[in-house]
Nanobody, 114 residues
Framework: QVQVVESGGGLVQPGGSLRLSCSAS????????MAWYRQAPGKQRELVAS???????NYADSVKGRFTISRDNPKNTVYLQMDSLKPEDTAVYYC????????WGQGTQVTVSS
């Protein structure tokens, strides 16, 4: 049974920071790529960041320089550090365990507002 749990979302002011966490079980984590997606109201889901099993990372242009994806294999956890947050970052953030499109968490809401 694959379980994926996102956490760390919340309400933050523009310019603030949040760190999202995604814990996954039921997969061989150290061999698995991981990714973060987000979906804002009325918009399609978009890839935010991904990290390979070897630690290589990719970012959407909209978040490059502001967000950092990382992983802690002993904890079976991937993180998304979000700095300099903007209102347009408001979305539900989802973790794709394995980067296969099969295993998702329920998402965590990030709201950036004054």
């Amino acid at each position: 049974q694959v379980q994926v749990v996102e956490s760390g979302g919340g309400l933050v002011q523009p310019g603030g920071s949040l760190r999202l966490s995604c814990s996954a079980s039921g997969i061989i984590f150290r061999f698995s790529a991981m990714a973060w997606y987000r979906q804002a109201p009325g918009k399609q889901r978009e890839l935010v960041a991904s990290i390979s099993s070897s630690g290589s990372t990719n970012y959407a242009d909209s978040v490059k320089g502001r967000f950092t994806i990382s992983r802690d294999n002993p904890k079976n956890t991937v993180y998304l550090q979000m700095d300099s947050l903007k209102p347009e970052d408001t979305a539900v953030y989802y973790c794709d365990a394995g980067y296969t499109g099969r295993y998702w968490g329920q998402g965590t809401q990030v709201t950036v507002s004054s």
